[in-house]
């Protein structure tokens, strides 16, 4: 794996987020606090490793390890209480903060109930899949931002997992965010801080005769997606069996081929190849 610090310090273009980060802290300092979504892929790989990104964010999806919904309100009632963010009017878990950057906060822990979902208040009638959650916190990168901030950020290989699973519950809905998200990834893995992991660690894919650049990242981002499953989740088995099911028709070329689609990417027969490697990364066969 990679190493578990990135020192952003020096980024001055991120000073914005770092005092959004502070006053996070200030207002509700006791939070444990995990930045997921489309502004932790841009810290990873735009920000990190110069990867290009056709439409970066100023989005924050701030996860909470929270007890209960309690603590979620009393969350809330700080962040609003500081006078700095304020409340969606009709999205619960929705915050603007200096009336410009919108921010979704996402409970998770003490929340969940046994499938790993939660289900919002006051009527449950709003369902969100959280698996992943938890096993992104437990392996996330300690970022350094300026101003002396810092903030835990989902890893690339957690944040492909939950791409996967957020791609299932609101493909209809959101058609093409997730899954250029997960191809982007699958595309840059490799140059994200892992070409030598390449023949550290997994050697013996050069000597295919088809070798693949591109692929053989997909490939290891898939074995190291199932290793923090593996390690972080106490019945990593029927996880491992939820995003493999999710995979497996969008890799059959006689299936439905909607994540792929939605992707929209120039070049559908490479990103159908890099879904597959993933697929063999995560199901630990040995070459994609």
């Not at 310090?9 to 996070?24: S, Y």
């Not at 963010?85 to 950057?101: D, I, N, S």
């Amino acid at each position: 794996m990679t190493a578990s610090s990135i020192d952003l310090a020096g980024n001055n273009g991120l000073d914005w987020l770092a005092r959004l980060i502070g006053d996070v802290r200030a207002a509700a300092p006791r939070a444990d606090m995990l930045m997921v979504g489309a502004m932790a892929r841009d810290l990873l790989l735009m920000h990190a490793h110069g990867v290009r990104i056709a439409r970066a964010t100023v989005d924050v999806d701030l996860a909470f390890a929270i007890e209960d919904w309690t603590g979620f309100e009393r969350l809330c009632a700080q962040l609003t209480g500081s006078g700095l963010f304020k409340a969606h009017r009709a999205v619960a878990h929705r915050l603007y903060y200096r009336e410009t950057v919108q921010i979704d906060v996402i409970p998770f822990g003490g929340v969940e109930r046994p499938d790993r979902s939660i289900a919002w208040p006051p009527d449950g009638s709003v369902v969100m899949n959280v698996l992943g959650y938890r096993e992104a916190m437990a392996s996330a990168k300690n970022v350094k931002l300026p101003q002396d901030q810092s903030v835990k950020v989902v890893s690339l290989p957690a944040l492909t997992v939950l791409k996967v699973l957020a791609w299932e519950q609101r493909h209809n809905i959101q058609p093409d965010k997730d899954a250029s998200d997960l191809m982007l990834v699958l595309r840059n893995y490799l140059d994200a801080g892992n070409a030598e992991r390449l023949y550290l660690e997994a050697a013996h894919l050069l000597e295919n005769d088809d070798f693949d650049y591109q692929v053989a990242g997909a490939w290891l981002l898939g074995r190291d997606a199932a290793a923090v499953i593996l390690t972080h989740n106490k019945a990593p088995a029927e996880a491992i069996r939820r995003v493999t099911g999710i995979i497996e028709p969008e890799i059959d070329p006689d299936g439905p081929l909607r994540l792929i689609g939605q992707a929209q990417g120039v070049n559908p027969d490479q990103d159908t190849r890099l879904l597959a490697a993933f697929y063999k990364g995560f199901t630990q066969e040995r070459k994609p």
